[in-house]
């Protein structure tokens, strides 16, 4: 490189997010004293550098750099505690020293798209929202051959793992080990030499043109600082970098790169994203084994196995100090014996695997994720430069201590509450945008609309993620209410429109739902189809009932829903028959759905719709009696209006033997039951004794050639039902049948609990402890005599007829 007279530059190369590499670049730089340090990474970052040395800064952290005009194009920069660069710039910032990244433009890199990672692993982490680039790999036949520098010299040494080889000869080596800071980087530089010499660029095309505009940089550094420059890069550029070029054969490579207009700030980032296994190509495979070699002060055996033990010992293993003891012995012979410097990750593994795991790998696959690889997750201060949504995101978390966390937790939220209420907007508005933070999850606890449960787990990409909501509007609500605007118009089907609907009232979004209602209106008028209407009213009912929790005004939605059941109810019958097996078994799910939507229309619908559930019920007897709608509807039907008391245990049992009688097919008969046994069906099989003996007769009386044709659907109906409802159908089974019109547990049937009346005596001994839940006055005269006791709710609770 012709740059003039001068000592040459101080070129030291290393491997990225490698702990012995940023332990070596820091004594260089303490014995070299440069005047300026120069570092790998993209050249428009030089301003974010001084934000380095804030206190708030807490690596692991990102460069993300995304194109303005198209946020999803994006690439990060990831650096750690143990990254080189990282530790570059500290000292660079710690001693007053300029630092400036050198790498090309994110502008050109966006503008290429997707690009490979270098061979020594220092390529950014590209692609649409941060999705990894690939890592050192081979190309298509035909193609050139991308080597791995580190699997080459490992295989010249004698060595099949690369890795390992590495740790042995790298990162094991503790600070002041040599006596020249500099021979590290000396002998590392000629090695790379000689694999250039040998291999050429190694197979990746982009490298000449990022290594060309490096050379341009380091030439101006020095013109600007003189010869006291050092260059922290990876090592597979250093023999470029050394190589002398003219400044018009540099400049001719970077002639017509395409360009975008780009931005670059700070985000945080995980250990988990740096490993290799998170997509990373540039990655390691172990982040917190390498923050751990990194970090301790002194003896990282013996530290590294009391995290352990401590780990284990808060997942409740029995793990003590002499298990410690023995496994830092252990894991020192096994170096020994295999001719390792120092235990590495694999004598650790294998020491903790059979001192303190018991030689399972159960206990040992959480110490390598919590600890090998591990959840850290870095901070960025609010200095940090970010799109106005972002800031509007940061304040929200704040405001309403809701952290962002590299762990997944759950979070319970009583919406009755003012913080709660607002987390559950903000997570549902960040939904509503794509940003996925949180994702709805069983509740633990209650069920009812007052409570929520979500799952929290924050990924970097997330970051990408809000700048691409960012053109939606600057802050959440804006944001949210242009998306669902948007969304509403461009929405497919009906039942996106009412999900849309739902979203709304949910995320808060007053603004938006005038729109959303307008498009709901004139899709639902127009769709004539059955099934689109019955899987739209679910929604649209749920979001009447969030509505009423967070007290929004939901009139016109509620006469949307009303307007919808009544087509449904008129549609519903004809759109039953001559279905198919697998339309059959999704008009079942629909029938359940509209089912539990009418029991919740009704009560928040005015007094002249009272009628709603009482037409409801006349459709389901009018489907359960046609011939032509599928034995899985007709028997849903019977099941449903069973349940709600529209028809008697006498009249199910009618329409059973009906559907099961010898002019019925196996087929269609076992679709029946099916439908009316499934779901929690088996305790009507149970408390009814004459519906079990109809199917076990009928059964019974399958003909052998089409039992094998019935079985799977009744092996997935009974399927459904708890251990204890199977075990007690099967001691009726075995029992034989009864007598017709004799119900389970009647005179003679010898099975405990089980009586054709309630037993008064045994309902009222749980009165007190009833009255005092529900918080009702318990007097000694309540408790113990029962006929003095007034007509309440309780009565039915406990199912006691008075």
């Known amino acids: ?118 061979r020594d692993g220092d390529g950014p982490d590209t692609g649409d ?96 600082f003189g010869d006291g420059v050092a260059v922290v890069c990876g090592a597979w550029h250093v023999p470029a970098l050394r190589q002398r070029t003219t400044v018009a054969a540099d400049r001719a490579l970077l002639k017509g790169l395409p360009k975008v207009k780009a931005e670059v700030t700070w985000v945080p980032w995980t250990h988990r994203r740096l490993s290799r296994a998170g997509g990373y190509g540039a990655g390691v495979d172990s982040p917190g084994w390498y923050g751990h070699l990194f970090t301790a002060p002194d003896r990282p055996v013996e530290r590294w196995m009391t995290r352990v033990a401590g780990l284990l010992r808060e997942e409740d293993r029995p793990v003590s100090s002499a298990h410690v003891i023995e496994a830092v012995r252990l894991a020192d012979t096994l170096a020994a014996m295999r001719g390792r410097p120092l235990p590495g990750l694999s004598e650790m593994t294998d020491a903790v695997r059979a001192v303190m795991c018991d030689g399972s790998d159960v206990p040992l696959a959480l110490v390598q994720d919590r600890l090998v690889v591990g959840d850290v ?36 939220l009583d919406l009755r509450k003012e913080t709660d209420a607002g987390r559950s907007t903000l997570l549902h508005r960040l939904r509503l945008l794509g940003v996925d933070w949180g994702e709805p999850a069983a509740s633990r606890g209650s069920t009812g609309t007052f409570r929520e449960t979500w799952r929290l787990h924050w990924e970097p990409e997330l970051s990408v993620r809000v700048a691409e909501a960012g053109v939606w509007g600057t802050t959440l609500l804006a944001a949210a209410t242009g998306k669902a605007r948007a969304d509403a118009v461009g929405a497919r089907s009906l039942a996106e429109v009412t999900a ?27 769709d004539t189809d059955v099934g689109h209407l019955a899987q739209a009213l679910p929604a649209l009912v749920r979001s009447l009932r969030y509505g009423d929790v967070r007290g929004t005004d939901t009139g016109a939605l509620a006469e949307v829903a009303a307007g919808l059941a009544d087509r449904i109810f008129v549609g519903l019958p004809p759109a039953c028959a001559g ?14 759905e509209v089912h539990g939507a009418v029991a919740l229309l009704r009560d928040v619908l005015p007094p002249e719709r009272a009628d709603l559930r009482g037409r409801w019920h006349r459709v389901l007897g009018v489907v359960s009696g046609r011939d032509t709608v599928p034995g899985v509807v007709r028997g849903r039907a019977v099941r449903l209006l069973l349940d709600d008391g529209e028809l008697t245990q006498d009249e199910a049992a009618r329409l059973m033997g009906l559907a099961l009688s010898p002019g019925t097919p196996p087929g269609e008969a076992a679709a029946w039951i099916e439908g009316f046994a499934g779901g929690g069906g088996g305790m009507l099989l149970v408390h ?86 529900l918080g009702l006055d318990t007097g000694p005269a309540s408790a113990a005599h029962g006929d003095d006791v007034p007509d309440s709710p309780t009565d039915d609770l406990v199912g006691v007829d008075r």
Do not use: K, N
């Open 377 to 412: 997750l870095g901070e960025v201060p609010r200095t940090a430069p970010a799109v106005p949504l972002q800031r509007d995101l940061d304040r929200s978390q704040r405001r309403l201590r809701l952290r962002p966390e590299a762990s997944a937790r759950d979070l319970e």
């Open 579 to 592: 279905l198919d097996a697998d339309a059959a078994d999704e008009m079942r799910r629909r029938l359940d």
């Open 129 to 224: 929202a941060g999705d990894a680039g690939g890592g050192a790999e081979e190309r298509t036949p035909g193609a050139d051959l991308r080597i791995d520098p580190l699997g080459v010299l490992a295989g010249i040494a004698g060595h099949d793992d690369p890795e390992r080889w590495w740790e042995d000869v790298v990162e094991h080596r503790g600070a002041g080990e040599e006596d020249d800071a500099l021979a590290p980087f000396t002998a590392l530089e000629e090695a790379m030499a000689a694999l250039r010499e040998t291999y050429g660029g190694g197979g990746y095309d982009r490298d000449p043109v990022r290594e060309a505009y490096m050379r341009i940089q380091l030439r101006a550094a020095r013109r600007e």
């Open 688 to 773: 009814d004794e004459r519906l079990l003996a109809l199917v076990d007769g009928w059964l019974t009386a399958v003909p052998a050639r089409a039992f094998t044709d019935v079985l799977p659907l009744l092996r997935r109906t009974f399927s459904t039902y708890e251990p204890g409802v199977r075990r007690t159908l099967g001691e009726l089974v075995r029992r034989g049948p009864r007598a017709a019109g004799r119900t389970a547990g009647g005179p003679g049937s010898g099975l405990p609990g089980f009586d054709p009346q309630p037993d008064a005596e045994r309902a009222d001994a749980v009165l007190p402890v009833v009255r005092l839940l």
């Open 500 to 526: 849309l609907a739902e979203h709304c009232l949910l995320a808060g979004l007053p603004a938006a739902l005038p729109t959303v209602m307008r498009v709901l209106a004139d899709r639902a008028a127009l």
């Open 1 to 118: 490189m012709t740059t003039g007279g001068g000592r040459e530059p101080l070129l030291l190369g290393v491997r990225h997010h490698g702990p012995g590499s940023a332990r070596a670049v820091r004594a260089a730089l303490d014995a070299a004293r440069p005047g300026a340090v120069l570092v790998e990474g993209p050249a428009e970052a030089g301003d974010l550098i001084p934000l380095a040395a804030d206190e708030d800064m807490r690596p692991p952290v990102a460069l993300l750099a995304h194109a303005v005009d198209e946020p999803g194009r994006s690439a990060f920069w990831p650096l750690a505690e143990f990254s080189p660069e990282w530790v570059a710039i500290r000292w660079a910032l710690e001693h007053g020293v300029p630092a400036r990244f050198i790498d090309l433009p994110a502008a050109h890199t966006l503008a290429w798209g997707p690009a490979e990672a270098d």
